[in-house]
T-cell receptor, first 112, second 114 residues
Framework: EPEVTQTPSHQVTQMGQEVILRCVPI?????FYWYRQILGQKVEFLVS????????KSEIFDDQFSVERPDGSNFTLKIRSTKLEDSAMYFC??????????FGPGTRLTVL | AQSVTQPDIHITVSEGASLELRCNYS??????LFWYVQSPGQGLQLLLK??????LVQGIKGFEAEFKRSQSSFNLRKPSVPWSEAAEYFC????????????FGAGTILRVKS
């Protein structure tokens, strides 16, 4: 069964450094999402992406964040200058048309 | 504002006992409804979903959920829970007029006593 994959599974970085989290959505899906889950808290929406542009973003998704679909298969989330409070599990999800969002296994980001 | 409430932060049941996890939402229309499960250190696995039609939906691993419009609820049930299903369970709601994003409840941590 096709699945969403994410790399790396764990990323450790120093505060102020840039990180890129990578996702490979399910191949025939059209809509892509990033969510995050700070330890012990609920899963929160960050951004949705369709037709090569952002369709919606939350207030969390400020100028430090960006998303890109560089090559038709990868979907990336970049954090330009990480802060301690960016430490979280980041989930990528994708969906086809009016259907279910399927989630990847997540990338645990630790900012020191 | 649209919201999702899971009133039980923790639930403990004995192995083999039945389970019901509660979920309520606040929204003017009928949203799309989902239950996901997250085992420790793992991603989010879809258990079941409701879009329309029969209000009792069946999912994987013997789970079912019932949508009750009058109560704005979508409770998850299982008649007998094995030890292996201790995990965190999330109710999620897709409010179609708000960009199709998922809004998650806070989660319910299920502990299973052997």
């Amino acid at each position: 069964e096709p699945e969403v994959t994410q790399t790396p599974s764990h990323q450790v970085t120093q505060m102020g450094q840039e990180v890129i989290l990578r996702c490979v959505p399910i191949s025939n899906h059209l809509y892509f999402y990033w969510y995050r889950q700070i330890l012990g808290q609920k899963v929160e929406f960050l951004v949705s992406f369709y037709n090569n542009e952002i369709s919606e973003k939350s207030e969390i998704f400020d100028d430090q964040f960006s998303v890109e679909r560089p090559d038709g298969s990868n979907f990336t989330l970049k954090i330009r200058s990480t802060k301690l409070e960016d430490s979280a599990m980041y989930f990528c999800a994708s969906r086809q048309d009016l259907d279910t969002q399927y989630f990847g296994p997540g990338t645990r980001l630790t900012v020191l | 504002a649209q919201s999702v409430t899971q009133p039980d932060i923790h639930i403990t049941v004995s192995e083999g006992a039945s389970l019901e996890l509660r979920c309520n939402y606040s929204y003017g229309a009928t949203p799309y409804l989902f239950w996901y499960v997250q085992s420790p250190g793992q991603g989010l696995q879809l258990l079941l979903k409701y879009f329309s039609g029969d209000t009792l939906v069946q999912g994987i691993k013997g789970f079912e959920a019932e949508f009750k419009r009058s109560q704005s609820s979508f409770n998850l049930r299982k008649p007998s829970v094995p030890w292996s299903e201790a995990a965190e369970y999330f109710c999620a709601v897709c409010f179609m007029e708000y960009g199709n994003k998922l809004v998650f409840g806070a989660g319910t941590i299920l502990r299973v006593k052997s």
